[in-house]
């Protein structure tokens, strides 16, 4: 059976510890608006504090439209899009990209490098073999990921300044940090139009800045990884993002065997040992590719990988024997409130 699980995080795709205004309600001096909209293949909610009703519906309408432009540069799979016409030169792509791209695939190749490829944007080739986002519930076989696995080095990928080089074969995924750099820019331009403060959910992506309407900082829930309508703990946000990669967002089972999306660009297969990696980091770019990289990691690397990165907090869940067990550096521990 193939489930699609977001985290929860703000309202339906995700839960807000605390209280906030409804739509076009004042709160004190403020006022705070919401608006929902689907893109990124997730549920994305929008939440803007500003001085005054005139000033919310700005930013929070512009904020949707940044949301929404990642549809014409960063989703391979619409044909449209930036991303899957680069994907479609079979004899390889030579020549500029947009800015908003490039801004991802920078950040994507970094982190490439740094994790030793656990992270890789030219996963691509893995991805549609798997299909986790079709019918068919399926594992390749052997041979096929074995004559895929030479397409999937983003060491053969360059940019420099506007201009991508990738060889032939060779097609770019920028799935696991587009989501977070296009939340990014919408906290951006909600700033940019007068707000105050807002927070920004996109499946199991969150970024927030400034104070939630009835003070402190916002609060996210992180969802238990095994208990869908349960949270596991609490994590203030201070102006920081939060991303979670987990195996329950996209998988299927097969013989009492789970695979997930989460692929191992070494293998070509679901990386194993943990079962959920929440990541709290400056920007929800980088929170978002760094959970991948720590979740196909595992355990002991993952761990030392995020302890190594001084702007990186993280958790780590993983099962012994069906029960759920953690582990996650000091600062996030400080922060979290685990939820019994």
Same mark, same amino acid.
């Given at each position: 059976?193939?489930?699609?699980?977001?985290?929860?995080?703000?309202?339906?795709?995700?839960?807000?510890?605390?209280?906030?205004?409804?739509?076009?309600?004042?709160?004190?001096?403020?006022?705070?608006?919401?608006?929902?909209?689907?893109?990124?293949?997730?549920?994305?909610?929008?939440?803007?504090?500003?001085?005054?009703?005139?000033?919310?519906?700005?930013?929070?309408?512009?904020?949707?439209?940044?949301?929404?432009?990642?549809?014409?540069?960063?989703?391979?799979?619409?044909?449209?899009?930036?991303?899957?016409?680069?994907?479609?030169?079979?004899?390889?792509?030579?020549?500029?990209?947009?800015?908003?791209?490039?801004?991802?695939?920078?950040?994507?190749?970094?982190?490439?490098?740094?994790?030793?490829?656990?992270?890789?944007?030219?996963?691509?080739?893995?991805?549609?073999?798997?299909?986790?986002?079709?019918?068919?519930?399926?594992?390749?076989?052997?041979?096929?990921?074995?004559?895929?696995? %030479?397409?999937?080095?983003?060491?053969?990928?360059?940019?420099?300044?506007?201009?991508?080089?990738?060889?032939?074969?060779?097609?770019?995924?920028?799935?696991?940090?587009?989501?977070?750099?296009?939340?990014?820019?919408?906290?951006?331009?909600?700033?940019?139009?007068?707000?105050?403060?807002?927070?920004?959910?996109?499946?199991?992506?969150?970024?927030?800045?400034?104070?939630?309407?009835?003070?402190?900082?916002?609060?996210?829930?992180?969802?238990?990884?095994?208990?869908?309508?349960?949270?596991?703990?609490?994590?203030?946000?201070?102006?920081?993002?939060?991303?979670?990669?987990?195996?329950?967002?996209?998988?299927?089972?097969?013989?009492?065997?789970?695979?997930?999306?989460?692929?191992?660009?070494?293998?070509?297969?679901?990386?194993?040992?943990?079962?959920?990696?929440?990541?709290?980091?400056?920007?929800?770019?980088?929170?978002?590719?760094?959970?991948?990289?720590?979740?196909?990691?595992?355990?002991?690397?993952?761990?030392?990988?995020?302890?190594?990165? %001084?702007?990186?907090?993280?958790?780590?869940?993983?099962?012994?024997?069906?029960?759920?067990?953690?582990?996650?550096?000091?600062?996030?521990?400080?922060?979290?409130?685990?939820?019994?």
């Amino acid at each position: 059976m193939r489930r699609f699980l977001p985290l929860l995080i703000l309202l339906a795709s995700a839960l807000l510890i605390g209280c906030f205004s409804e739509s076009g309600e004042a709160s004190g001096d403020s006022v705070v608006l919401q608006t929902r909209l689907f893109a990124m293949d997730t549920v994305v909610d929008l939440t803007v504090v500003a001085p005054d009703e005139a000033t919310a519906r700005r930013a929070i309408d512009e904020a949707a439209r940044t949301i929404q432009s990642i549809q014409t540069w960063g989703s391979a799979d619409d044909p449209a899009s930036e991303t899957a016409r680069i994907n479609a030169v079979a004899e390889g792509y030579s020549g500029s990209v947009s800015e908003d791209l490039a801004a991802t695939l920078r950040i994507a190749l970094d982190i490439a490098a740094v994790s030793n490829g656990a992270f890789d944007p030219t996963i691509r080739p893995l991805v549609e073999l798997w299909n986790f986002s079709g019918e068919s519930s399926v594992v390749p076989p052997a041979e096929e990921l074995a004559e895929l696995l %030479p397409l999937v080095d983003y060491r053969q990928v360059e940019l420099v300044g506007d201009k991508l080089i990738s060889p032939a074969g060779y097609r770019l995924d920028l799935g696991a940090v587009a989501k977070g750099y296009i939340v990014d820019q919408a906290l951006l331009t909600m700033r940019s139009n007068g707000a105050t403060a807002g927070l920004v959910s996109a499946g199991g992506d969150v970024a927030g800045f400034g104070e939630r309407p009835t003070g402190g900082a916002w609060v996210i829930g992180i969802q238990h990884p095994r208990l869908p309508e349960q949270l596991f703990g609490a994590l203030p946000l201070n102006n920081a993002a939060v991303a979670t990669s987990g195996d329950y967002e996209r998988y299927f089972e097969l013989d009492g065997v789970r695979y997930h999306h989460l692929l191992d660009p070494a293998t070509g297969s679901p990386a194993r040992g943990l079962t959920s990696v929440t990541v709290l980091a400056p920007t929800c770019a980088e929170a978002d590719a760094w959970a991948t990289a720590v979740f196909v990691l595992g355990l002991e690397a993952g761990l030392a990988l995020l302890e190594e990165q %001084p702007e990186l907090e993280g958790l780590l869940l993983y099962e012994i024997e069906g029960q759920l067990q953690q582990l996650m550096t000091a600062g996030f521990s400080d922060e979290m409130e685990l939820i019994e």
